[in-house]
Every structure is written in structure tokens, then in C-alpha cells.
């Protein structure tokens, strides 16, 4: 799910539109390949925490999906975000 949203950006950051006679380059958005490259490493380190985030923010689950989905409570997905999301942060203040 991830890896086809980011080729899709980096796919379209080199197409050319044309659209009311105008021309214009879309860029890749820099976020969202900043995550990508963010869950790459944090996989390395932690696979379970960068997979809850990844269903989050690119699958859009909710909660209890997350948990049912890879067999833990609510609370303990909710616990591993917050883990996830102190480490990406640490990263990316370097």
C-alpha cells in the first residue's frame, strides 16, 4: 500500500500535465517520501511499530483494526504509535 502511493509520487513528480493550456511539473511531496524513508529505518529497528504506523497514516485504519489486525489490544497499538512517533521525531530533528 505504501510502496504504490510512493512510486505514484515519484512517477508523477516527472510528468508533464497539460490542462487550460497550461504546463506545469508536479513536484513529489516532500512529506510524504520524508515517511516513507522515516518507516524504512524505523522497520530496521522496530518492524511492529513502523507497520502500525504505516496502517495508519497510509492504510487509514482505525484503531481497533490495527490491533485486530496484528493480534494486540488497542491500548498496546495505541502505546507503539507513540513509541513510533518519538522515535521518527528524533530522527528527523537531526
Same mark, same amino acid.
Given at each position: &500500500?505504501?510502496?504504490?502511493?510512493?512510486?505514484?509520487? !515519484? %512517477?508523477?513528480? !516527472?510528468? @508533464? #500535465?497539460? /490542462? *487550460?493550456?497550461?504546463?506545469?511539473?508536479?513536484?513529489? =511531496?516532500?512529506?510524504?517520501?520524508?515517511?516513507?524513508? /522515516?518507516?524504512?529505518?524505523?522497520?530496521?529497528?522496530?518492524?511492529?511499530?513502523? *507497520?502500525? @504506523?504505516? %496502517? !495508519? #497514516?497510509?492504510?487509514?485504519?482505525?484503531?481497533? *483494526? @490495527?490491533? *485486530?489486525? &496484528?493480534?494486540?489490544? @488497542?491500548? =498496546?497499538?495505541? %502505546?507503539?504509535? !507513540?513509541?513510533?512517533? =518519538?522515535?521518527?521525531?528524533?530522527?528527523?530533528?537531526?
Amino acid at each position: &500500500m505504501r510502496s504504490c502511493l510512493i512510486d505514484l509520487i !515519484r %512517477r508523477e513528480a !516527472r510528468c @508533464v #500535465y497539460i /490542462g *487550460e493550456g497550461l504546463i506545469f511539473a508536479a513536484r513529489p =511531496t516532500s512529506e510524504i517520501l520524508a515517511v516513507h524513508e /522515516g518507516l524504512s529505518s524505523l522497520a530496521s529497528i522496530d518492524p511492529v511499530q513502523a *507497520e502500525i @504506523v504505516e %496502517r !495508519r #497514516y497510509f492504510g487509514g485504519f482505525q484503531w481497533d *483494526e @490495527v490491533a *485486530e489486525d &496484528m493480534g494486540m489490544s @488497542v491500548a =498496546t497499538a495505541k %502505546r507503539k504509535f !507513540r513509541e513510533a512517533k =518519538t522515535r521518527l521525531r528524533k530522527d528527523w530533528q537531526v
